[in-house]
C-alpha cells in the first residue's frame, strides 16, 4: 500500500498487461473449446471443426483473402483443408488459439509445417523449423533434408548438412542415400556435394 | 541440434505455448486495432467502437447472455454502454483484447472497474482493485473507501481504513470527514467506527 502523495511513480509497470494478457488468451482459449459464437466450419479429412473468420484472418494472409473476395469460402463460410486430418487441424487451430499443449505440438509439426507453409503462419512455420532442428538423428536427417528443402528452411537444410558431413553421421545412413539420391531434387543433391566438398579435404 | 536418437527427452519445454501465445496475442491484438471481421458496434457517450462478439462473449457473463437471449443487443448487433465515454470503452476493450497500456489502465481505472462490476469482468475487477490498493493517499482515501464500498472490495476497504486508523492518517482528513459521514451508506460508517474500536485505545 502507498503511503506517500498519488503521483507516486507506478509501482507494478507491466503488470496489468501481464495480468491482461493471462486474462485474454483464457478468454480465447475458451472461443475455441467452448465454440463461443463460431462463424466459419472447418473440413478436414475426417471431421468438421468450428473456429472465428477474425481470428483466422488475422493469423493468415490466406485466410484472410479468402473471407475478403468472392470466394465459395466467403459465402459458404467453409474452408476445406482437404489434406489435415481433423486431428492435426485441431493442433493448428490449438497453435493459433494459443491453447496447444507440448506434446500434441511434437506430434503434429509436420503437419503444421505443411500448413504453415500453405497458408502463411510465420510463426507456425518457424516455431516447427526450432522443433524440427533439435532432435535431428541418423533415422530421420534424410527425411528432415527433404522437408527442409521442400520449404525453404534454411537453417534446419544446414543443420541436416552438419549432422551429415560435419560430425560424419553420413556413414550411418549409407544404405540410404543411394535411394535418396534417386529421388531427391538435383539442386539438392548438388548442393550436398559441394557441402562435402567444403568441409572435406583429401586424406 | 541433437545428435542423438530421436527419443530425447524435448529439450525446450514450454518454448511452443510461449511462441504461440505471442503470436495469438498479436493475432487478437490486430483483430481490434484493424477491425478484422468485428460483428458488434458498441455506442459510448461520444463515440462507436467495434467489436467482436465472440470476444465479448467469451470475456463476460453479462455480454455473453445478451447475444444468446432475443434480447435487442442480439438483434442489432449493437451494444450501448451510455455510462462510459468512447476513451475509457477503448481501454476496456484493450484489457479485454491484451493491448492495454499501463497508463492507459491508470487513467481509466475508475471506470474500468465500475465497467468490470457491471459485466461481470473479475480479473479487470482484480487488477482494478489492486492498482487502487498501490497509491491511497490522504488526498483520495475517503473517495477509494467509497469505491471500495460501492463495489464491495474488501481488501482495499480494509486497506483504507488501516490507512486512516493504523497509520493514523485520519488526521490528515479531518476536514473532509463530516462531509462524508453525512454522505457515506450508514453500514459503512458503521464499520469505520469498528474499525477505530478495535485499533485504538484509551490514553
Given at each position: 500500500?502507498?503511503?506517500?502523495?498519488?503521483?507516486?511513480?507506478?509501482?507494478?509497470?507491466?503488470?496489468?498487461?501481464?495480468?491482461a494478457?493471462?486474462?485474454t488468451?483464457?478468454?480465447?482459449?475458451?472461443?475455441?473449446?467452448?465454440?463461443?459464437?463460431?462463424?466459419?466450419?472447418?473440413?478436414?479429412?475426417?471431421?468438421?471443426?468450428?473456429?472465428?473468420?477474425?481470428?483466422?484472418?488475422?493469423?493468415s494472409p490466406?485466410?484472410?483473402?479468402?473471407?475478403?473476395?468472392?470466394?465459395?469460402?466467403?459465402?459458404?463460410?467453409?474452408?476445406?483443408?482437404?489434406?489435415?486430418?481433423?486431428?492435426?487441424?485441431?493442433?493448428?487451430?490449438g497453435?493459433?488459439?494459443?491453447?496447444?499443449?507440448?506434446?500434441?505440438?511434437?506430434?503434429?509439426?509436420?503437419?503444421?509445417?505443411?500448413?504453415?507453409?500453405?497458408?502463411?503462419?510465420?510463426?507456425?512455420?518457424?516455431?516447427?523449423?526450432?522443433?524440427?532442428?533439435?532432435?535431428?538423428?541418423?533415422?530421420?536427417?534424410?527425411?528432415?533434408?527433404?522437408?527442409?528443402?521442400?520449404?525453404?528452411l534454411?537453417?534446419?537444410?544446414?543443420?541436416?548438412?552438419?549432422?551429415?558431413?560435419?560430425?560424419?553421421?553420413?556413414?550411418?545412413?549409407?544404405?540410404?542415400?543411394?535411394?535418396?539420391?534417386?529421388?531427391?531434387?538435383?539442386?539438392?543433391?548438388?548442393?550436398?556435394?559441394?557441402?562435402?566438398?567444403?568441409?572435406?579435404?583429401?586424406?
Open positions: 500500500m502507498g503511503t506517500e502523495s498519488s503521483s507516486s511513480i507506478w509501482p507494478n509497470e507491466g503488470m496489468v498487461q501481464g495480468v494478457s493471462k486474462s488468451l483464457g478468454c480465447l482459449s475458451r472461443m475455441l473449446t467452448e465454440s463461443i459464437h463460431t462463424d466459419v466450419t472447418i473440413n478436414t479429412t475426417d471431421g468438421v471443426l468450428k473456429a472465428h473468420k477474425s481470428v483466422l484472418a488475422a493469423c490466406v485466410f484472410e483473402s479468402m473471407f475478403i473476395h468472392d470466394l465459395k469460402e466467403k459465402e459458404s463460410s467453409t474452408i476445406d483443408i482437404g489434406d489435415m486430418c481433423v486431428e492435426s487441424c485441431s493442433a493448428l487451430l497453435f493459433v488459439y494459443g491453447t496447444i499443449r507440448q506434446e500434441q505440438f511434437w506430434k503434429h509439426r509436420l503437419a503444421l509445417l505443411a500448413a504453415a507453409n500453405k497458408y502463411g503462419l510465420g510463426e507456425v512455420k518457424a516455431c516447427c523449423e526450432e522443433s524440427l532442428l533439435e532432435d535431428i538423428s541418423s533415422g530421420n536427417v534424410l527425411e528432415r533434408l527433404h522437408v527442409a528443402w521442400l520449404y525453404q534454411e537453417r534446419l537444410k544446414k543443420g541436416c548438412l552438419a549432422y551429415l558431413f560435419v560430425f560424419g553421421k553420413i556413414y550411418d545412413v549409407r544404405d540410404e542415400i543411394s535411394g535418396f539420391f534417386h529421388h531427391a531434387d538435383r539442386e539438392l543433391t548438388l548442393e550436398m556435394f559441394q557441402e562435402v566438398l567444403s568441409v572435406w579435404k583429401p586424406i
